[in-house]
């Protein structure tokens, strides 16, 4: 880079601090040119390599003050200084969107709660349960299946009655489409015809007799073996609602936890910051269009409106339609699209924050990763 001998030793001391970080790629070394993004250090031991070079080729300088050298030495010296400087890097739109994540949190645990509640509710009910005679036959047995659940909670024999329903109608339902394949194979007598009739008889005929077999099972229930298979049931639907109440109130301590330490961690020296360029690249990618996103989700839910609640009459005269189901509606689509955009934008900020996290964290605790070696020429 040097245009005389003035300096020259100084020059070739720039030039090699230049190529310090580990950015530089083989051939920029070679060239003497290096593009000014990748001259930036991504270690503590590149950024200290380069200071040291600087100071080197000033004391080497046989003329400080040469203006090109003087420049090129103060913008190198401003690469060190910032690469050894900590640099806020934490976001208040990422911290806006992990405490909308909180609220969503905290609301889906409080629905959770109450799931807890109704399945417990039915605990307490087939408990209370008074002894009663369950003696059903199958053709006492009706095969429909549409009881409402409070009706087939409400006793060990509408429980019992309900169990042998399903099996009833899944009985009847084999029974049916062996009737209709044999059918077809006597009015239209071809091969494939009566293939399918008997591959379906046999088929679902050891369905049926299995089913037959699970059916006087049940059917020899007392009301202590109803009453049990009841509270086997309906205790899995509590044990399955704390659960999931557990999980979501883990993630919503991990999302209260994450915030201080987005905000710890987002201090970072100039050299982590360029060590982490390519996965910045990433989560500004990430962020721009979730974001993006989240406000199209958000504003659509604003302004749209889903359902025409204004008429034109035949006298062309315009009136509004008051009616609860038309608002009731639009309202509805309107809070769905809004709770949507709100999801992503908590989702997105909450994801980049974990990342951003991890890496102030291995930053933290001198986890450099696999940064290559400076490749620097000792003297």
């Known amino acids: 880079m040097a245009q005389n001998n003035v300096n020259q030793e100084a020059w070739r001391l720039i030039d090699e601090a230049s190529c310090v970080s580990s950015l530089v790629t083989e051939n920029d070394r070679k060239r003497g040119e290096v593009n000014a993004e990748n001259m930036y250090p991504t270690t503590k031991e590149e950024t200290d390599c380069m200071d040291s070079l600087l100071n080197q080729a000033r004391e080497a300088a046989e003329d400080p003050r040469e203006e090109r050298f003087a420049q090129r030495y103060a913008e190198l010296t401003d690469v060190v200084s910032w690469s050894n400087s900590r640099h806020k890097t934490w ?3 990422l911290i806006a969107g992990a405490l909308l994540g909180v609220l969503l949190l905290w609301w889906w645990t409080n629905s959770r709660d109450k799931d807890i509640d109704f399945n417990q509710h039915w605990v307490s009910t087939v408990e209370a349960w008074i002894p009663c005679d369950t003696t059903i036959t199958y053709e006492q047995c009706s095969a429909d299946v549409s009881a409402p659940y409070e009706v087939t909670m409400s006793s060990a024999n509408k429980y019992k009655a309900n169990k042998l329903a399903k099996i009833k109608s899944d009985i009847q339902t084999r029974e049916k489409w062996i009737a209709e394949t044999q059918e077809t194979a006597v009015k239209d007598n071809t091969k494939e015809n009566r293939e399918t009739a008997d591959s379906y008889a046999d088929k679902y005929g050891k369905e049926i007799k299995q089913l037959h077999k699970e059916f006087d099972e049940v059917a020899k229930w007392s009301f202590d073996d109803a009453k049990n298979d009841a ?11 704390k659960g999931k109440a557990n999980r979501i109130l883990i993630l919503l301590i991990i999302v209260i936890v994450l915030i201080p330490l987005y905000i710890w961690t987002g201090y970072n020296y100039g050299y982590d910051i360029t060590a982490s360029r390519k996965h910045q690249k990433f989560l500004t990618w ?7 996103l989240a406000g199209f989700f958000f504003g659509a839910g604003l302004v749209f409106k889903f359902f025409n609640d204004t008429y034109v009459d035949s006298n062309g005269r315009r009136y509004r339609d008051d009616s609860t189901g038309t608002q009731g509606t639009n309202l509805f689509f309107k809070g769905l699209l809004m709770l949507v955009g709100a999801i992503i934008f908590a989702f997105v900020s909450i994801f980049i924050m974990l990342v951003e996290v991890v890496a102030g964290l291995r930053n933290k605790l001198g986890a450099k990763g696999t940064v290559k070696e400076a490749k620097v020429i000792e003297n």
């Open 91 to 93: 976001s208040w739109a």
């Open 286 to 292: 990430v962020r721009k269009v979730g974001f993006a």
């Open 231 to 241: 509270l086997k049931w309906t205790n899995v639907g509590v044990d399955n609602a």
